[in-house]
């Protein structure tokens, strides 16, 4: 029944074959055959880091999709080798952040027996390829893109020549309308298009997107390119960008600094020239090996649901938080009788983002009875069962409350997109979590939340913007002054198909004031908003001027 | 002590002479690694060396202006400043796989044991792997993996 990629012997054999390698260079490094320089790039490319406190091993969710199975041995890598739970990040990962370094083959070894693995998950070389975590179940798509996803890693994965790239590299898909992958803020962002004239669908690439020290919207590079063509073109960006790209100081690194100083019609020729010479070779993808992967991705078998809208009015009528819930967390579904649901890795009292090895397992399992033994992550740091009943949606609501996992506030202010920030990331200059906690305590009236509308916060604990600070309708940025925590906030911000950075309102305000700042903002906009007008929209038509004279006077 | 490399999976000894930027070209049939600059600058006296010719890359150095040199010579050295620099395995591929570069193509600089069997499958056959690292165990890092997607 499982509708997802399956490892053949060969992706199998590589996976494990990688913990056998990874295991010599980890004992090499343990026994002093290795030193700490050399070990970094290789511990890196496995995705594990030395953190403030322990190891951080970040581990690959392709493309955000994950069986129960997985889950399930997600949730016992928590409890055997962590603190009993793990983190959620921004690019459909999963961090562990307290493991011991000697243990760490073994947990790979435990990974991949359910084809898992933390193969590029950091280091200069291309990133877990990300998408729209709703692919496939969503009204209105083009095509899924999870095929090309599974097409681009494993052509990305071991990847010869393009292992030690000038920075790392980051690459998102997106096949809806809406863009919830964030393709104009990664290096490479591609949406699927259909050709206007030959009706031919294929992708739409954008380059040079990027978060970080310089924010930056990704650029136009093809209008279309014909899905044979993917990885031939994808390779010639990387080479252009492998020799070109600045290696003399790592925060000019990105693709987005090459791409700005030759400015895009220079870059694009040099990857058009280079595609030229690449194209029609090996790379080139025919329509049987595409068919092959698509088939592990074909829609499930949808068992007619009659009686749904039913079921749903009779429980909103005598529950009113049902009825909140499946407002805000649920929405339709391409096949009508069932929705997509979005479990809340938001509680008030949590960590965004983080998840017991209690919720893992309490979350398989709703999976396996109610949505086709799949969990989908989202780069918001939230779990989606994409394909639920609407006959089965009260039964698996009563389950999430006790797991924690129904907070009713999907994209409210309190959905608040997080990185670990100084409590756990040695980069960080601030904190994020204990200000995301202080905007869930100042902020814990639900219905003034949902007369607001959609609001997305954003924040990040350093510049290097992990939390997407920048493209948050309101963003926050933790900073370091002389040794204490102050925070500088953006307004308008957007990562999705109206993509848009957010423009600073003025000097930072420090930590205990986060919360009152934003309460003034919200003041503002209710102020002067028109009618039902988006928070996003209220900032672009109003400018920050208003938002800065109710902060600042 | 002569210098040991891994060359087509096996340790052998470099019996390549590489040439510096000022010492005068020997007219002796003696097997020479010249610096890129020297092989464009003095290009005719650099064909007429009656011993193997090679070349040494910096890998900011555009492979393109060998092409028509490739009969010519039997060795390509494409330098490694680090090992996280990644330029020279770009350099490796377009001489191998666009201009259908045949003979010895070597990695040198800082060249470490877990890169071989990438730098391998870029096209590079030979590797002055780091000293300290060992050359004599090289070769066993050269295939860690049964196969690969690319």
Not at chain 1, 134 to 139: D, L, R, S, V
Not at chain 1, 268 to 277: D, H, K, M, P, S
Not at chain 1, 377 to 399: C, F, G, K, M, Y
Not at chain 2, 65 to 76: A, F, K, M, N, T
């Amino acid at each position: 029944m499982a509708l997802m990629y399956q490892y053949s012997p060969v992706d199998q054999r590589l996976v494990d074959e990688r913990v056998v390698q990874f295991r010599d260079q980890t004992r090499r490094f343990i026994k002093g055959e290795l030193s700490e320089e050399a070990f970094r790039p290789l511990r890196l490319m496995n995705g594990l880091y030395i953190q403030r406190h322990a190891p951080m091993l970040r581990i690959a969710i392709p493309y955000g999709l994950l069986s129960s199975e997985q889950l399930r041995k997600l949730s016992y890598v928590a409890r055997t080798y962590d603190r009993s739970y793990g983190h959620l990040t921004t690019r459909q990962n999963i961090q562990f952040n307290w493991l011991k370094l000697e243990q760490v083959p073994d947990l790979l070894a435990d990974l991949a027996t359910v084809q898992m693995h933390a193969i590029q998950t950091s280091g200069n070389c291309i990133r877990n390829i990300t998408a729209d975590h709703m692919a496939g179940a969503i009204e209105g798509e083009l095509e899924d893109p999870r095929p090309y996803c599974e097409i681009m890693r494993q052509w990305s994965t071991l990847h010869p020549e393009f292992s030690f790239l000038p920075r790392k590299f980051k690459i998102a898909m997106s096949g809806a309308q809406n863009d919830r992958a964030a393709t104009q803020v990664h290096d490479i962002g591609i949406q699927i298009v259909r050709d206007p004239t030959t009706e031919e669908v294929g992708f739409r690439i954008l380059v040079g997107g990027g978060l970080g020290r310089t924010p930056v919207i990704g650029k136009l590079i093809r209008d279309f390119l014909p899905k044979k063509h993917l990885l031939s073109y994808l390779e010639a960006i990387l080479r252009i960008y492998n020799l070109a790209g600045r290696r003399d100081n790592k925060y000019k690194a990105r693709i987005k600094i090459l791409v700005n100083s030759l400015g895009i019609e220079q870059f694009t020729q040099l990857v058009e020239n280079e595609w030229l010479q690449l194209k029609d070779n090996s790379l080139t993808l025919d329509d049987f090996s595409i068919a092959k992967i698509r088939d592990h991705f074909q829609p499930f078998d949808y068992a007619p649901v009659t009686d749904g809208k039913d079921v749903i009015a009779a429980k909103r009528n005598i529950s009113p938080a049902f009825s909140a819930w499946y407002e805000h967390n649920t929405q339709s579904h391409k096949v009508p009788g069932y929705r997509i649901v979005t479990l809340s890795v938001k509680a008030p009292q949590q960590a965004p983002g983080d998840l017991t090895d209690v919720q893992m397992d309490g979350v398989a399992e709703l999976a396996d009875q109610y949505s086709f033994s799949q969990i989908r992550v989202s780069h918001e740091q939230n779990l989606i069962l994409a394909d639920v009943a609407e006959t089965d949606i009260p039964a698996l609501w009563r389950v999430l409350v006790t797991l924690d996992l129904a907070t009713p506030n999907i994209g409210s202010l309190t959905d608040i997109i997080c990185c670990p920030g100084l409590d756990f990331c040695s980069l960080a200059n601030a904190g994020a979590i204990p200000i995301a906690k202080q905007i869930n305590a100042r902020f814990d009236d639900m219905d003034y939340l949902y007369d607001l509308g959609e609001i997305k916060i954003k924040i990040s604990g350093c510049m290097n913007a992990c939390g997407h600070h920048h493209v948050g309708h309101i963003g926050i940025l933790g900073v370091d002054k002389k040794g204490e925590e102050w925070y500088q906030i953006t307004l308008g911000g957007s990562a999705e198909e109206n993509a848009t950075l957010g423009k600073i309102i003025g000097p930072a305000v420090a930590k205990d004031d986060v919360a009152e700042t934003i309460a003034k903002i919200l003041d503002t906009f209710v102020a002067k908003r028109q009618d039902q007008e988006s928070f996003l929209d209220a900032v672009h038509r109003l400018g920050i001027s208003p938002f800065k004279k109710a902060v600042y006077g | 002590m002569a210098n040991l490399i891994l060359k087509d999976a096996q340790i052998v000894t470099d019996d390549w002479h590489f040439l510096g930027t000022d010492e005068p070209l020997p007219d002796v049939a003696q097997s020479i690694v010249f610096p890129f600059t020297r092989w464009l600058d003095e290009h005719e006296q650099c064909l007429t060396h009656p011993g193997s010719k090679g070349v040494a890359l910096a890998n900011t150095d555009c492979v393109t202006q060998l092409v028509s040199d490739l009969d010519e010579l039997h060795l390509i050295c494409i330098d490694f400043p680090s090992a996280t620099d990644g330029r020279g395995y770009s350099q490796a591929r377009i001489l191998r796989q666009r201009y259908g570069y045949k003979n010895e193509l070597r990695a040198v600089g800082e060249v470490l044991v877990d890169q071989l069997f990438l730098l391998q499958r870029c096209g590079f056959n030979a590797f002055a792997v780091q000293t300290d690292q060992g050359v004599c165990h090289a070769a066993k890092y050269l295939n860690p993996f049964s196969s690969y997607y690319q």
